[in-house]
């Protein structure tokens, strides 16, 4: 059971060439950190896996749980299990957190099932209350008006209510101070289970002091090009990503 | 209720219809023998016999309106509609007596509901003629009319005629003499001074016979201080030739008096919806048109409030949605004619595929209105690149004491959007729903209850159509 990627290649739809036969495999019950420089291909890998329509595969596969995801439809790969807190959390004029999360929680369940309305409401009270998210913004349309930080929050209440099994966190540390990294931290711990994985994709050292990973990733040109323990954390802490320009030399 | 169910109540394209049998048909086209035919079957007295010959005359030589009308306006063959078709039956109170036929058909539209929470003078209009009309008792006491418009001429002629083709003139434009000349059922209300009605007064009406035209007519005079919610709503049945709605709809608001004129318009897709509504508002009236247009293949309706006394207000919320192959001309006109007067337009319209949305919108401030105000705005949501959206506002001040302010949008429901939403789980035609509703959802809650319900609904089906 494992999040499965082998030799994928990706592109921009007609432009150019972004994710380059990166393979890698998450186990469940693991959480693995990808690190990597800007324009290494970190976003577009958890785009691609998503199925975001401004991308498209060129060759290699991607398997959650044996389940060809690139055969899925976006909305069928999220129910099948795959969860991404985006980098830039998308509003939605209008529309309010609770009616959002709750056709969100209806579409997983069978046909003919109409959702607990009351449990519904019950669980989103809870998830708000671990994350100090203001009761309130129930009724606020969904990202509309949020401060940087209350987007990245508000995505982890949804993945707190949706209980992925494999969930992405796409730079959430961003845009986050202190305090707030503290608690989306604390909410995305809670969630650790050995029914649950998680790829983390940031730039700091200072999430993954908070989120632990088993397994840290080095991101180049659209390839993996480390794989290791938290060690390449504190090394890249240390030097940065220059060390990369070796491995390329010593490709060469 | 389940999607099943929902699509037979409340068929989006309304394609469905029931046997007719109709006892008085005045055949194609309109001419004089035409009208003595509508006449003799109303059983009309000769001034209004008259009247409808006065207004053809001038229907027959009004041009086409022209400066503005889509080219599919020139489809209308006016020698290829009936004009009049009736099932001869006598407006009924109860609803014991209303025809099977008819019952079958609200069952489908999901009227005995509605039915059931509003008894309060359901008048459901059934083909041209007023098939079923209940007053409650208390509405009779309470001294309120509300009867169709024959009735309202022949047995209410002192409190009617005086307003009767006054906030609408035959000659206000071509299709104005049109209605004049052939109206037929319709509602005609009058609210007594003071009395406010808590249950809103509603009808229900649809076509039901092929090429035919219903020009229904509908005239409200709320008296001073008194107030009242009207709703129609409608649903049609799918014919191949054109079918032409034209009514007209005048509203007399007297000093301090509030109407509010709810319309769900759902014609068939061959349909031409061609409605003029006109609101009257005296000394610190108010009058508010709430208006959500989704079907018919070309509509044309902009409402209008003529403010006329001092501190009079007017409101426009406007809804519209056009799909491929259909017309969406909507607006308001707002004609500020005495001091101190306000008014406020949101029209917000979404156009797929290839539908086609247009806002037409006008405010005058005449030369002697001072202290007036006007709110526009008018947001446009595209569904994808092919739909077409066009603004046409007019603004026209004669005085320099008022203040006016228009906005407006035209969005796309974007690609990151629909992205964002389905990663939550949520299915392509899910998310364009929601999306829509969003976009709609500040004014579809100005709808009574159990209009925004359906309206939602109506959006839900239309996308998950749009999308397949």
Request: hydrophobic share 40%.
């Amino acid at each position: 059971m494992s999040l499965l990627i082998k030799n994928l290649s990706a592109r921009v739809k007609d432009g150019a060439t972004i994710l380059n036969n990166l393979s890698l495999e998450i186990p469940k019950g693991e959480v693995h950190a990808l690190m990597g420089p800007n324009g290494s291909g970190k976003s577009t890998l958890s785009k691609v896996l998503c199925g975001h329509p401004d991308y498209e595969v060129i060759s290699g596969s991607a398997h959650l749980d044996g389940q060809d995801i690139f055969a899925m439809a976006v909305d069928e790969r999220s129910r099948a299990g795959l969860f991404l807190a985006f980098q830039y959390p998308i509003e939605i004029p209008g529309v309010s957190m609770a009616n959002f999360m709750r056709a969100a929680m209806q579409s997983r369940l069978p046909e003919g099932e109409e959702l607990d309305v009351i449990g519904f409401y019950k669980q989103l009270r809870g998830c708000m209350k671990e994350l100090k998210i203001d009761p309130k913004f129930t009724a606020r349309a969904v990202n509309e008006g949020f401060s940087g930080g209350e987007k990245k929050r508000n995505d982890i209440l949804q993945m707190k209510m949706i209980e992925p099994s494999y969930a992405i966190l796409d730079e959430t540390d961003s845009g986050l101070d202190v305090d707030a990294l503290r608690i989306v931290s604390e909410g995305v711990n809670a969630m650790r289970a050995p029914f649950r994985s998680f790829l983390v994709i940031t730039h700091y050292k200072r999430l993954l002091d908070y989120i632990r990973p088993d397994v840290v990733h080095i991101l180049s040109k659209g390839s993996i090009v480390r794989t290791g323990g938290y060690e390449l954390v504190n090394h890249i802490e240390e030097h940065g990503f220059d060390f990369l320009e070796d491995i390329d030399s010593s490709e060469a | 209720m389940t999607r099943d169910e929902a699509t037979f109540t409340i068929d989006s394209r309304g394609e469905f219809s029931f046997p007719e049998n109709h006892k008085y048909d005045a055949g194609y086209g309109l001419t004089e023998s035409t009208i003595d035919y509508i006449s003799d079957a109303k059983g009309e007295p000769d001034w209004l016999r008259q009247f409808r010959k006065d207004a053809l005359r001038k229907f027959n030589e009004m041009p086409m309106p022209e400066h503005w009308a889509p080219e599919s306006l020139k489809n209308l063959d006016f020698d290829k509609i009936r004009y009049y078709l009736a099932h001869g039956n006598a407006p009924t109170r109860n609803w014991e007596d209303v025809p099977d036929e008819v019952k079958r058909t609200f069952e489908r539209l999901g009227v005995p509901e509605q039915e059931r929470a509003f008894l309060a003078g359901v008048d459901a209009q059934y083909d041209s003629e007023t098939a079923y009309s209940n007053m409650q008792e208390e509405l009779t006491k309470q001294g309120v009319i509300f009867v169709n418009a024959n009735e309202g001429l022949m047995q209410h002629e002192e409190i009617f005629r005086p307003w009767f083709g006054k906030v609408i003139p035959v000659g206000d434009n071509k299709f104005s003499a049109l209605n004049h000349a052939a109206f037929s059922g319709g509602s005609f209300i009058y609210i007594p001074k003071g009395v406010k009605l808590k249950q809103p007064l509603q009808a229900y009406f649809r076509i039901n016979s092929e090429s035919m035209g219903q020009f229904e007519r509908t005239l409200i005079i709320a008296d001073e201080g008194s107030e009242l919610m009207y709703m129609e709503g409608c649903t049609a049945p799918k014919f191949d030739t054109a079918t032409l709605h034209s009514g007209v709809v005048e509203l007399v608001a007297l000093k301090g008096a509030k109407i509010q004129y709810v319309t769900v318009q759902n014609w068939a897709t061959n349909v031409y919806n061609l409605v003029i509504q006109r609101g009257l508002a005296m000394e610190d009236a108010e009058i508010r048109w709430i208006d959500c247009n989704i079907g018919a293949a070309l509509t044309m309706k902009y409402p209008a409030v003529v403010l006329q006394g001092r501190g009079a207000r007017g409101e426009v919320l406007s809804i519209s949605i056009a799909h491929e192959g259909q017309h969406q001309d909507t607006g308001a006109r707002m004609i500020h004619a005495a001091p101190d007067t306000s008014s406020n337009i949101i029209a917000k319209s979404i156009s797929i595929g290839q539908g086609r949305g247009s806002y037409r919108g006008e405010v005058i401030i005449g030369k002697n209105a001072t202290g007036c105000k006007n709110n526009t705005e008018c947001d446009a949501l595209l569904i994808n690149a092919e739909s077409r959206t066009d603004t046409y506002p007019a603004i026209n001040i004669k005085g320099n004491s008022s203040s006016v302010q228009h906005e407006a949008s035209v969005s796309q429901v974007d690609e990151e959007m629909l992205f964002y939403m389905q990663q939550r789980g949520l299915t392509r035609a899910q998310a364009m729903s929601l999306a829509v509703n969003g976009f709609v959802n500040e004014l579809i809650n100005e709808f009574p209850m159990e209009y925004s319900v359906e309206l939602r609904r109506l959006i839900d089906l239309e996308m998950e159509d749009s999308i397949g």
